[in-house]
């Protein structure tokens, strides 16, 4: 009876999956459990954790644990390698997420992408434009531009909307590399997508539950370490923008602002990024499959 099992849950399952949503909507548990269900692999597409050192403050699923490359027997891909003082594109995640697909499949495993940001879920699916390779002096004077003066660099790519200071220096470098917007050069033909395009979940529940999620993980991730992570930051000088919370408790270390200010800023700029996903989602994202709530195992049967 297992036997027979297991070939039929093989012969229902996709041959890729993504699974998206807004923070705190449960759909990394989600992932990690139809991985056990369909000999699946976890491949990050979140754009912090992709970073070591901040697996609390980025909410890891190895946060609270040591990082290895698996997990209940689960493999995990490209999360926790990077140091914070390193700079990815687009591009180079796209690559990077590109050897892991293959892989994984080379290995035997269903790939599965998980995770929230919006850019390179696109990449994913609809590839990216190919700009030319930037000069380690121009991606450094891009980054110190964007620490040093924001506005400045703001002002130096007018047609760039976006507000994380990583995609403001990406676009201050390609600018200064090439002399072009890269709002130009996203109109080139594209490449790089996943094909066949994988099978789309978003985990999307209803702003109200996803609010109470979040003020209670935040505290969570405080008691998990988090407090130690931002010392981490601030010891070693790195830039403390680069996760939500992150800048929080750095300012609450550095005598700035309390605890309890930098708990309630915390979970004010938190919601305001499920937000600006859940805007995303609904104009930028079409899911084979939308999961309304907090997935649960029905979820799981559903899909299998």
């Keep these: ?14 041959n890729a999956y993504i699974i998206t949503g807004p923070t705190a909507s449960g759909k990394s548990d989600f992932a990690h459990n139809l991985a056990r269900r369909v000999n699946g692999a976890i491949i990050n597409c979140d754009s912090v954790q992709i970073y070591r050192g901040i697996e609390n403050i980025s909410a890891s699923p190895f946060a609270g644990r040591a990082v290895a490359d698996e997990i209940d027997d689960v493999p995990y891909r490209l999360f926790s390698i990077l140091n ?11 690559k990077m997420a590109r050897e892991q697909y293959d892989d994984v499949i080379a290995r035997g495993f269903v790939p599965i992408f998980v ?5 390179y879920i ?25 620490v040093r003066d924001i506005n400045a660099a703001r002002a130096m790519v007018p047609d ?8 403001i220096a990406r676009a201050v470098e390609v600018f200064l590399q090439t002399g072009t917007h890269i709002g130009e050069w996203q109109k080139s033909p594209r490449t790089g997508a996943i094909t066949p395009t994988p099978f789309r979940i978003l985990v999307n529940p209803p702003i109200d539950e996803l609010r ?6 935040i505290p969570q ?47 004010i700029k938190t919601n305001q990024y499920a937000k600006r996903q859940r805007t995303w989602f609904k104009t ?21």
Excluded at 115 to 119: C, L, S
Excluded at 212 to 217: E, H, K, P, Q
Aim: aromatic share 6%; proline share 2%.
């Design 160 to 167: 760039c909307v976006a507000t994380d200071p990583q995609r």
């Design 1 to 14: 009876m297992h036997f027979l099992l297991v070939i039929i849950q093989g012969m229902n399952t996709k």
């Design 84 to 94: 914070l003082d390193k700079q990815i594109s687009v591009a180079d995640y796209i």
């Design 221 to 267: 991730m405080i008691s998990g370490g988090a407090v130690a992570e931002a010392q981490y930051i601030l010891t070693n000088g790195f830039d403390s923008r680069r996760a939500i919370g992150a800048e929080q408790l750095c300012a609450y270390l550095r005598g700035e602002i309390s605890r309890d200010a930098a708990i309630e800023n915390w979970i």
């Design 212 to 217: 109470a999620r979040i003020a209670s993980r």
């Design 122 to 146: 696109n990449g994913l699916v609809n590839g990216i434009a190919e700009i030319p390779e930037i000069s380690a002096d121009n991606r450094r004077r891009a980054r110190e531009l964007v």
């Design 115 to 119: 995770g929230g940001t919006g850019y």
């Design 284 to 304: 930028q994202f079409f899911a084979d499959l939308t999961i309304n709530h907090i997935p649960n195992r029905d979820d799981l049967d559903s899909i299998i």
